[in-house]
């Protein structure tokens, strides 16, 4: 299945599916509108999936790719989705506390937590 994916890594654990993001920086208008297609292709109108996102290979990211996490997070919604983060690097992570994001999306220490928390 990862093979239809340049920018995720994507495989299921149990019932979840579980993108890992691929590149280290996503910094890219490029970058971020082939994550865009792929993670909306791996979503594609599917009511009811729980979709896990990794971002333990993400050292850097632009505030553009908050934006479409949450276009990913109302998407995941309308479908009665859930979605969860794991692995976020200490200075990512202080970005979507200063944007209080950290409040809107279930993020979790490690793949093994996050998975648990389904």
């Known amino acids: 299945m990862s093979d239809a994916y340049r920018r995720l890594d994507v495989s299921k654990q149990g019932t979840t599916e579980v993108a890992k993001f691929k590149d280290k920086k996503i910094l890219d208008e490029t970058a971020l509108d082939e994550l865009r297609v792929e993670?909306?292709?791996?979503?594609?109108?599917?009511?009811?999936?729980d979709l896990l996102l990794n971002f333990q290979n993400v050292e850097f990211m632009s505030s553009a790719v908050l934006g479409l996490l949450g276009q990913i997070h109302r998407k995941m919604g309308t479908l009665k989705g859930k979605l969860k983060m794991c692995s976020i690097h200490p200075q990512i992570y202080e970005v979507f506390k200063l944007t209080n994001l950290n409040k809107l999306f279930s993020i979790h220490k490690d793949e093994a937590e996050a998975l648990a928390k389904f």
């Open 39 to 49: 993670l909306l292709r791996l979503i594609n109108d599917r009511q009811g999936l």
